[in-house]
């Protein structure tokens, strides 16, 4: 059931450009429509990439999220020496991956000679497009001394017009993160994507998109207007607390889509802060193939994608076969300490 408040302001769409990026403002109207929770699923646990362990909260139980593909919560995990797996030597094409790390660390090489370190509060926006290969590796300090890792990897959709365009990466560490605190500085946002308090992100998207990290304190709440063409969802990362007004209770791990409205609502408990992952965006609206790393329209153009990259048009990285050895032996470092586990 949709509640509607007869406020003054809501989150309507108005778009403005910014150089050839359009971005999501809010604009002045008559109500507020507080949008309840439509889906609502725990997220299974399983290995990906050289076997590290997510969550999967969008693209599993919940297929997707227009124009979210899938959303996976890395971690929280504690490695000993030797024992950190990434995700070596893999390709892309067609989408966005948005990499966010809140422990441990990442280094990142491609085909296209890009290269870096992601670590604690950093934000990796990358546009793959027409495609690249790409490897997602423990830092060498994660590796060497081990630690906690814990991080979130978004797969956003490109439209057509997008999915072929040369790809793109924006890495951007904390400090140009804007994070933003509610008056009575109960609640602290991180704003990865759109706009939340007044703040814009720093982080330009190719379709308006909303990415918040909202940390609630005890007993504390937070409203974020949300334009009402927007789909999305909420994604309880720590703690527990309720989502929407009529207070579903969610706790980690548990991830709630967005219903009808212009605004949506989250709340910690009176005893434990509740830290959540706040998403939404324009859905783009049209066919989606997807296949492994490749999200295309046609299944036509996903078979395009398979022959490109077997014949080497995505290109190679350099000491891709230590990289796999690399992800064997801490494979076998953790069976070796008793942390692995195939039942899952």
Not at 39 to 44: E, N, R, V, Y
Not at 55 to 84: K, Q, S, T, W
Not at 216 to 236: H, R, W
Not at 316 to 324: A, D, F, L, P, Q
Request: glycine share 12%; charged share 25%; net charge neutral.
């Amino acid at each position: 059931m949709l509640r509607v408040r007869t406020h003054l302001l809501s989150a309507l769409s108005l778009f403005v450009w910014i150089g050839r990026y359009r971005v999501a403002t809010v604009m002045s109207t008559s109500v507020l429509v507080d949008r309840p929770v439509e889906q609502f699923a725990s997220a299974h646990q399983q290995r990906e990439g050289g076997g590290f362990l997510v969550r999967r909260p969008i693209g599993g139980r919940i297929r997707n999220c227009d124009p979210f593909l899938m959303l996976d919560h890395m971690g929280p995990v504690e490695y000993g020496p030797g024992e950190a797996v990434g995700a070596p030597d893999h390709p892309h094409r067609g989408f966005e991956t948005v990499t966010y790390i809140i422990d441990g660390g990442v280094k990142h090489q491609d085909s296209a000679g890009n290269s870096g370190q992601l670590i604690e509060g950093w934000v990796q926006w990358m546009t793959a497009g027409s495609g690249v290969v790409h490897s997602e590796m423990p830092t060498d300090e994660l590796l060497e001394k081990g630690g906690r890792m814990e991080g979130f990897q978004l797969w956003v959709n490109l439209p057509k017009k997008d999915k072929m365009i040369k790809p793109r990466y924006q890495d951007t560490p904390p400090e140009r993160i804007p994070v933003v605190n509610t008056p009575d500085g109960k609640v602290t946002v991180k704003v990865i994507a759109g706009e939340c308090l007044g703040t814009h992100a720093t982080i330009e998207t190719r379709t308006p998109i909303l990415y918040l990290d909202v940390r609630l304190s005890p007993g504390s709440s937070f409203t974020q207007p949300i334009p009402d063409n927007y789909e999305g969802f909420a994604y309880v990362w720590r703690g527990s607390g309720f989502l929407g007004t009529e207070r579903k209770a969610a706790k980690m791990g548990q991830v709630g889509t967005l219903g009808k409205g212009n605004t949506f609502t989250v709340s910690a408990g009176p005893d434990e802060e509740c830290y959540v992952l706040l998403l939404a965006g324009e859905p783009i609206k049209e066919p989606v193939a997807q296949h492994g790393p490749f999200v295309m329209n046609t299944w036509e153009e996903i078979q395009q994608a398979f022959v490109d990259y077997q014949n080497g048009k995505l290109g190679e990285i350099k000491g891709s076969s230590e990289r796999y050895e690399k992800t064997k032996k801490a494979r076998e470092a953790q069976k070796a300490s008793g942390k692995w586990s195939d039942d899952l």
